[in-house]
């Protein structure tokens, strides 16, 4: 079933309200030749959209708008017109008449419509969510009804299918992080420094987690938040000399891509994706022509550089004796394994005193040394500091 024009000329000037600069509801219905008093404003979604249209041809998308616009049409009751107001979005401008829409039961029996046209559609195998405005008698506050109907449905991001969204059933939002996760950012950014890249996922993963929790699913504000660690991110990577346009070129357009993404689980994933990336060019920076065994090797130094962990170990994880795994490392990469591996760990520890508040201590326990004193001699032979003097420097 194909939409009217009319129809929808009349639904997007209700529904951005821009009739009023056109004449009056009343000749704009008599233009139009609709007599509809919508109150309420539906947006019918189809769930994972995008990822169906990516994999299915583009007849796809005329054949099941037309399905779900008739099965619609087939299953409301209640007068109403419709407006796609995206791909895959269809706004439904629904009139309430009779004496239950008017009285207190009002909320709960637009919920009864919304899940009808959920069971409607799911017989046809179309699964959707559905975000429902308040109700408006006056038609020139409809507009409104729209734009509450799309922020209750910014829920969806971190929840699953098939599901309903009420905007005045929706819990009150905090429009700031409740803590400020600063440890664990700072751990974060210090793995990035050093070139850890499985490290690096599995801290991104846990940290927009605790992001969503502490916005209260806020999709707005956790958007804002992860956007702002992948900025700073891209910096610490500028920082340690990666080529600015390689970095800032991608970055753009990564960000812009993000703020599109509708659903959690695939914003994770990007995120996680561009994560590893970043910290990749890092790591390259660091060590480029290396054989696989050492680049196992160096990567297993990353993964445990916070614990006491000896040549003999990792001669042992890469299944070679110690004698020619030393040989073979300091051929390959010019310097032993210890020497990488306490480089490496003044690495992180010049990122915490330069971007954090931690004490000696704490710092010491970050890179792998459990003894402060032991941690401050080891620093000052490879920076000629002590930590608190190099600290005070910057």
Not at 12 to 17: E, K, N
Not at 126 to 150: C, N, Q, W
Not at 192 to 211: A, N, P
Request: proline share 2%; glycine share 4%.
């Amino acid at each position: 079933m194909k939409q009217d024009p009319t129809q929808a000329a009349f639904s997007h000037l209700l529904l951005s309200g821009t009739f009023v600069h056109e004449g009056t509801f009343r000749e704009i219905q008599q233009k139009c030749g609709i007599y509809i008093h919508p109150h309420v404003v539906m947006l019918v979604s189809i769930d994972r959209y995008p990822n169906l249209s990516m994999v299915n041809p583009l007849e796809w998308k005329k054949e099941i708008g037309e399905k779900l616009v008739g099965r619609i049409n087939e299953t409301l009751t209640a007068r109403f017109v419709c407006h796609w107001t995206e791909e895959g979005v269809l706004a439904l401008l629904v009139e309430l008449e009779g004496e239950e829409f008017r009285n207190i039961e009002c909320n709960r029996n637009i919920l009864r419509i919304a899940e009808d046209i959920q069971k409607s559609l799911d017989s046809i195998d179309i699964s959707v969510s559905i975000g429902i405005g308040k109700r408006y008698t006056d038609p020139y506050m409809l507009h409104h009804s729209f734009e509450e109907a799309k922020k209750a449905m910014s829920g969806r991001f971190f929840q699953g299918n098939q599901l309903i969204f009420h905007c005045e059933m929706k819990k009150s939002e905090e429009e700031l992080l409740k803590e400020p996760l600063t440890m664990e950012r700072s751990e974060l950014l210090a793995l990035v420094r050093i070139g850890d890249e499985e490290g690096v996922i599995t801290h991104v993963q846990i940290l927009m987690k605790k992001i969503a929790e502490a916005c209260n699913l806020n999709e707005d504000v956790f958007k804002s938040e992860v956007v702002d660690l992948v900025t700073a991110m891209s910096r610490l990577v500028l920082e340690t000399g990666v080529s600015a346009t390689t970095i800032l070129s991608k970055n753009a357009h990564f960000i812009q891509d993000l703020y599109q993404t509708i659903r959690y689980d695939n914003f994770s994933k990007k995120v996680c994706e561009y994560a590893y990336w970043l910290t990749e060019q890092v790591s390259y920076s660091h060590i480029r022509d290396v054989s696989p065994i050492i680049r196992k090797a160096i990567q297993y130094m990353k993964e445990h550089h916070q614990e006491s962990i000896s040549l003999d170990r990792i001669a042992h994880y890469c299944c070679l004796s110690r004698y020619h795994f030393s040989h073979l490392f300091k051929k390959e990469v010019g310097v032993s394994v210890i020497d990488f591996l306490n480089r490496m760990r003044m690495e992180k520890a010049l990122f915490y005193l330069e971007k954090t508040d931690l004490n000696v201590q704490e710092i010491a326990n970050q890179v792998g040394f459990q003894d402060a004193n032991y941690f401050s001699r080891m620093f000052k032979k490879y920076t000629n500091y002590s930590p608190t003097d190099y600290r005070n420097a910057r």
